[in-house]
């Protein structure tokens, strides 16, 4: 079993461009925030300034504070000087983490929320396409990747960035000749750091892609725990598993050898620097060109300026990180919405469903691909219960699919109330049409909120639809009745009581259009007797499309319309399609004889 591709998709020209392409990206979200971005630097310029005041201090204290030429001003100044740039320091550091901390906070908010918003959104292709895992990942981990981008680096960047501008111009300051050596090393860092970026980069793209591999491994593991057990399968999602987390330590290996080689190779072309700059500042000092003073001072601005760069090029593994997981993000928010439609108001359909010639095809046309619908015609009246059947595969699921606009038909067109459905906006559609798959998708919330799922819970419409589901017995005898949490995807009912929870919302929702599509398969006989009682009151005065395999549910239907290969075949009561001894007809001999069997 391999995984579903990710969500990852490239947003900018190539590597070097992708950095200036994410920031882009993040500036909207930066923009309304950017008063509190710039006090934020601010301060961080503060402490920055507060690492070039420490050697700055050094020199008069060492020139006129030590020996016969002492000076009784440089004895007091200088300890208060230093008291005073450690308090300036640690309140410039407290307002700027914090300031920084709500910046970050907010934009990760925004972020979160604009995944959210737009995977709800999401066209059925896009939920068909990506796993859970992917999306979960992107949504919740992924987007603190940012986060710690906006924090621990743009911090790192902004501050040392500024600490080493203020010592280099110190360093100018003092002695111009020496800071030349020291900054002609800076464009050789420069490069090399470029060189490490690149391969850092496409390391963490490898390494995301895996991550969700392995994600999609446990999401498959989890899910399917019953056939792994039954077919004693723990060997083979083992070995997987661990075949996969190797793979990804590797990654995570070659990850970290190229990131650390940035900061042993700074420091040793450092290193290089500083011992240059102690030969030729001893060859100046027997010229009586430089103080022991302006020595110190400048070693010790030196020495300090190191530790930043050093900070400088740690940042860079977490950057391309951020990066990546950016890359990330912004394909997830890049993915379309469903189409809104056109502005035109439903308030209640009068439940007249028409499809005109409708085609449809899944994926990429070919000479070998089937349409899975192919120029299907009917008309519903309002009111009319019309049931599909036929063989599987033949496209009654999709056909219904197509009336909530879940995909749109390649060819023909869908009207309900004489007007096409594109025409009318989404939800305005959709609030017009109820639908029980057999499939039943529960939340982990009250019995109360999941059958009023998407209005507000009204206690007496919930008893009443639970009583025409055939489940009020059995939650009123529950210890907290409409109000009982029923755990994830309904796993503390049955079957059957899930199944009669779903038909709950659908008469809930009072729609005039109703689909069911094998609403009653999960039913016991008892219950599907009384369940088939509560929608045949539910479907009077509604237009009903069922779908059933098991034809003796659709036998009182108006109308059944049999399709086979997405078209449609055979038209006709129950008795009329039987006595036209078709398709209809040997499909019902089949479940009659394995009922009788």
Do not use: C
């Amino acid at each position: 079993m391999s995984a579903k591709p990710t969500l990852s998709k490239p947003i900018g020209s190539g590597e070097v461009s992708s950095t200036v392409v994410v920031l882009r990206r993040l500036w909207p979200y930066v923009k309304p925030l950017i008063w509190t971005v710039i006090a934020a630097i601010a301060t961080m310029g503060a402490v920055a300034a507060t690492e070039a005041g420490i050697p700055a201090l050094l020199k008069p204290l060492l020139d006129h504070g030590f020996g016969t030429h002492s000076s009784d001003s440089a004895k007091w100044y200088v300890p208060l000087a230093v008291i005073g740039l450690a308090l300036v320091r640690g309140v410039a550091q407290y307002a700027s983490g914090y300031l920084l901390s709500y910046v970050s906070n907010r934009i990760l908010l925004d972020l979160r929320l604009t995944m959210f918003n737009r995977m709800i959104h999401g066209s059925v292709a896009f939920f068909q396409r990506e796993t859970a895992s992917t999306v979960i990942n992107a949504i919740v981990f992924e987007v603190n990747q940012i986060l710690n981008v906006l924090t621990g680096v743009m911090v790192t960047l902004v501050r040392d960035s500024l600490t080493v501008v203020f010592l280099l111009g110190y360093l100018f300051y003092l002695n111009w000749r020496l800071t030349l050596i020291v900054a002609v090393l800076l464009p050789g860092i420069g490069w090399l750091v470029g060189k490490i970026n690149r391969r850092l980069r496409r390391l963490n793209r490898e390494h995301q892609t895996l991550t969700n591999e392995l994600s999609y491994i446990v999401e498959e593991t989890v899910g399917g725990y019953k056939v792994v057990k039954v077919h004693n399968g723990e060997q083979y999602e083992i070995d997987r598993f661990t075949q996969m987390s190797k793979r990804l330590r590797g990654y995570s290996m070659r990850m970290t050898v190229s990131g650390g080689l940035a900061q042993p190779l700074t420091q040793f072309l450092a290193s290089i620097a500083l011992a240059v700059v102690i030969t030729i500042a001893v060859v100046q000092s027997s010229h009586d060109q430089t103080t022991v003073g302006g020595f110190v001072a400048f070693v010790t601005s030196m020495l300090l300026i190191i530790s930043p760069l050093k900070h400088l090029m740690d940042v860079n593994q977490p950057l391309q990180r951020g990066m990546t997981a950016a890359e990330l993000i912004f394909g997830l928010i890049d993915e379309p919405s469903e189409p809104e439609g056109g502005g035109r108001k439903l308030e209640r359909s009068n439940g007249e469903v028409e499809f005109r010639d409708v085609s449809f095809m899944y994926g990429a046309s070919g000479p070998m691909q089937r349409q899975t619908l192919d120029s299907v015609s009917f008309k519903v009246a309002p009111g009319e219960m019309v049931a599909l059947a036929g063989p599987s595969g033949s496209g009654k699921t999709t056909l219904v699919n197509l009336l909530p606009r879940f995909f749109d038909p390649s060819g023909g067109a869908i009207l309900v109330d004489g007007v096409a459905l594109p025409e009318y906006g989404l939800h305005e559609l959709r609030s017009q049409i109820a639908m029980v798959s057999q499939d039943v998708v529960l939340f982990n919330d009250t019995i109360a909120n999941n059958v009023a799922y998407g209005q507000t819970a009204d206690a007496e419409r919930v008893k009443a639809a639970l009583h025409a589901a055939n489940l009020w017995d059995t939650v009123a005898a529950m210890p907290n009745g409409i109000d009982t949490l029923i755990g994830d995807n309904g796993m503390m009912l049955s079957g059957g009581q899930r199944q009669r929870l779903a038909i709950a919302r659908a008469v809930y929702k009072d729609a005039p259009i109703l689909i069911l599509d094998e609403a009653t398969s999960a039913l016991d006989s008892e219950s599907e007797r009384h369940v088939q009682a509560a929608l045949e009151t539910l479907m009077k005065g509604r237009t009903t499309l069922v779908i059933a395999h098991r034809l003796s549910t659709i036998e009182r239907a108006d109308r059944i319309l049999v399709l086979d290969a997405g078209r449609i075949v055979e038209r006709g009561s129950h008795r009329e399609l039987l006595a036209q001894n078709g398709l209809y007809a040997h499909l019902h001999r089949i479940q009659f004889q394995q009922h009788a069997a």
